[in-house]
Structure formats: C-alpha cells, structure tokens
C-alpha cells in the first residue's frame, strides 16, 4: 500500500472533554485533516518539542530519545497503519544502523518521537479515507460529501455521543461549524457517529 506523508497541523485543547485534546494532522500533498484525540501529557509532550521549549529535566519522550542515541538507535518514520473501532495504531519504524525493527506504539507516543527524531510521518489512504476531513477552499467538508450525497436517516442505535437522534445531513452541518471553530475533538465525535451509520 502507498504511504501518505502528514504534517501536524495543529493541536487544540478539547472544548467537551476535560484533559483531552486534539493532535490535527494534515496531508502534505493533499487537502485533508486528521485529528486524533489525545491525553494532556502526550499534547503536552508534543507541544514541547514543537515550541523547542527545554524542561529542567528530561520527560518521559526526551528519555527514551536519549537512550535511543546512546546506543545509536535512530527512528527513521512513524506509520499510522490501522484504525478500529476509533483507536488509532501507530508503529516506530528503528534502525541501528545494520538492522530495521518496527515497534508498536500508541499513536501519541509515536508522535511525540516523530518530532524528537525529525522523521516523517505516514498513514494510508484508507484512514484517511474513513477518518479524515477535507477542506475546500475555506470550507471543512466531510469527506462522506464527496463520495456521495448520503440521504437522510434516523439513527435508532444507542450512542454515547448524543447525536444520534439528528440526521446525516444535520450532523455534517455540525461537524462544519465545530471544525470553523476549530473544535476538532466534537468534530471527531461527530466524525465517528457518522462512520458508525455508514457501516451498519
């Protein structure tokens, strides 16, 4: 399968849920947003290293860098190769050198090393396909809209989300104004519940 290289766009402190916030990756050669929700000390972490901020003691990341070097271990790409049940799975892609060795890691993790290490970040088109949010011009457009028109249904399964009693169009005009308030962690909720009707 063909790698998609992503950049981090940005990273926004979640409006509805305490603690949690949204890492948004964009597509280098593309139009399309992928945000991921993430713990405080993981944005954080990330945050850190983006601002070239120096804590007064190594965290956790800078750690696992260091020890990394000391034996001339290198992480040359992060991979996001699989998406279940809205869980992200990511992978480190090592080498010493003589040898390549792919460690499995959670998402947030995998990218806080991706920018300690300077090495690009990948996914594949199927994620981006069914989690992934496009911008046209200046206008965020579920990508579901450019598959095809989806018609109008009420969902009768239960979801933790509360949106399940508003229909696929309402929910899109929804995802809009979160994604142009950039409320990327509500937009990823109402991402998933629309997912959730396309596959049942």
């Known amino acids: 399968m063909k790698k998609i290289k992503l950049d981090i766009v940005g990273l926004s402190y979640s409006q509805t849920q305490s603690g949690a916030y949204a890492l948004v ?3 280098v050669s593309g139009r399309r947003r992928l945000p991921i929700i993430i713990g405080s000390f993981e944005a954080q972490a990330i945050a850190i290293e983006i601002e070239k901020m120096t804590p007064s003691r190594p965290l956790t990341h800078d750690l696992f860098k260091n020890f990394a070097q000391a ?3 290198t992480i040359q790409e992060v991979t996001i190769y699989n998406l279940v049940d809205g869980i992200f799975y990511s992978k480190l892609i090592c080498s010493d050198g003589k040898k ?26 199927f994620i981006l396909s069914s989690a992934g949010i496009v911008i046209e ?16 249904e009420k969902s009768v399964a239960s979801s933790p989300t509360g949106y399940t009693s508003l229909s696929n169009d309402e929910l899109k005009s929804k995802l809009q104004e979160a994604l142009s308030e950039e409320a990327y962690e509500k937009a990823a909720k109402i991402r998933d519940e629309l997912n959730r009707r396309k596959a049942s």
């Open 100 to 125: 390549s060795i792919e460690i499995d890691a959670r998402t947030s993790d995998a990218i806080a090393m991706a920018v300690r290490f300077d090495c690009p970040i990948y996914t594949y088109e």
């Open 71 to 73: 034996f001339d271990i």
């Open 137 to 152: 011009g200046n206008d965020f457009v579920y990508l579901e809209n450019m598959a095809d028109a989806a018609t109008e």
């Open 25 to 27: 990756l964009g597509e």
